[in-house]
């Protein structure tokens, strides 16, 4: 007979190889592997080894078995992952977060994203070989997606389709584009995103940028950030903004490299064509946190057409600023906030 102790016995003995299983499989999946796995969020990012070394640790090769079908986030960014399947992500009807970003696929299955129905915000490293049509077939529920991109040659003209309520985009080049086909211009890709609300866009040298005919109906499309990888010119023209110039309210035009550094106008240099600033009729904010005054001194009277609240530029100090500045905003009525970066920090005026 098997008394009541030993029942107890074997009864703790089982929880407690139930804890160390679960303490043994929380110890292999949190670091190297994992940061966070509960109910709610899997978090497992490629990490450095220290916060002072750019060795990293091993990284996951396919997306970890058994996680949780509850959770809401999941982020498995930086891992080396080549392939999304169809069922990659079955059963994670919850999810509404997905970062993939820095993962460099190879192919995304046909439909593997059609069971995230409830997936508001997307990341993702597109495959520079992909032949999907539809590849994002199901997140129609979609408000944010954040994609890397190494040749836009890949994304098929179908590849928004799906995509029928995203509000913000953002498209980061991860090198020059090499098959550039007037990405902006196409018809059938832009035309499914109707929705669009804000688009940022990370380009490198020598990237056209011309907004196509489609960009005159989203008009709900009110900001436009365009940040400059490489530390080059550019030139803004009447042609590039037009379609989507009535709508404009927010723009903020950018050379990315090193935020945080001392600014650096000497290698690179945003032009503003005359002409630009008077299209745009409903502008409120306009940021331009590396144009020196200098070089836009003679289109900015042209804000007076505008409905321009808040204005930002780059000055070489304080002492820069004369009474000619001021002259040139005088006359604009609706400016509330004049914000003059020198470097590291702004001053607002
Ligand atoms: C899961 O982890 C995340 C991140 O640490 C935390 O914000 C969240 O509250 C956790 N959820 C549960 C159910 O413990
Ligand atoms: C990634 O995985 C593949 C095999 O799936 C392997 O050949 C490759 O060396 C791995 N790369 C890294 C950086 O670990
Ligand atoms: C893409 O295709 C090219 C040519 O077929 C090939 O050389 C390259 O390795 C492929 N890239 C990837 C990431 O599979
Ligand atoms: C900018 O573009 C306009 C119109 O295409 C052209 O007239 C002007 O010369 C260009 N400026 C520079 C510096 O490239």
Not at 19 to 40: E, F, K, M
Not at 196 to 212: A, C, K, P, T, Y
């Amino acid at each position: 007979m098997v008394s009541k102790a030993t029942l107890l016995a074997v009864f703790l003995v089982m929880v407690l190889s139930l804890i160390t299983r679960q303490g043994g499989a929380r110890r292999h999946l949190l670091p190297p592997v994992c940061q966070t796995w509960n109910s709610t969020t899997v978090v497992c990012r490629r990490q450095a080894i220290s916060q002072f070394s750019s060795d990293f640790r091993s990284t996951l090769t396919r997306i970890p078995p058994g996680i949780p079908k509850s959770i809401t986030t999941l982020d498995l960014s930086g891992n080396n992952i080549t392939d999304l399947h169809k069922d990659s992500f079955n059963e994670l009807r919850n999810l509404q977060y997905l970062v993939l970003s820095g993962i460099y696929l190879r192919t995304i299955e046909d439909g593997a994203f059609a069971q995230l129905e409830n997936l508001k915000e997307l990341q993702l490293c597109y495959p520079s070989n992909a032949t999907n049509e539809d590849v994002f077939k199901g997140l129609s529920n979609l408000r944010y997606l954040h994609l890397d991109l190494n040749n836009v040659g890949c994304l098929s003209d179908h590849a928004f389709v799906s995509l029928t309520s995203l509000e913000n985009l953002a498209i980061v080049e991860i090198s020059g584009l090499e098959d550039r086909t007037r990405l902006f211009e196409r018809l059938s890709l832009w035309s499914p995103l109707t929705e669009l609300e804000f688009l940022s866009l990370s380009v490198h040298r020598d990237s056209e940028i011309n907004f196509g005919p489609v960009f005159r109906y989203f008009s709900n499309l009110h900001t436009i950030e365009i940040k400059l990888l490489e530390p080059v010119s550019m030139n803004v023209t009447v042609r590039m903004l037009q379609p989507l110039s009535p709508h404009l309210q927010h723009l903020d035009l950018r050379l990315l490299k090193d935020e945080d550094s001392d600014i650096s106008i000497d290698h690179g240099d945003l032009l503003i064509e005359h002409g630009v600033l008077e299209s745009l009729t409903n502008l409120q904010t306009l940021h331009l946190p590396r144009v020196p005054f200098s070089s836009i001194a003679d289109v900015l009277p042209e804000l007076r057409h505008t409905q321009i609240e808040e204005l930002l530029f780059y000055s070489h100090g304080i002492d820069a600023i004369t009474s000619e500045t001021l002259a040139v905003i005088d006359n604009l009525e609706n400016l509330k906030i004049l914000s003059l970066l020198t470097t590291r920090q702004a001053a607002r005026v």
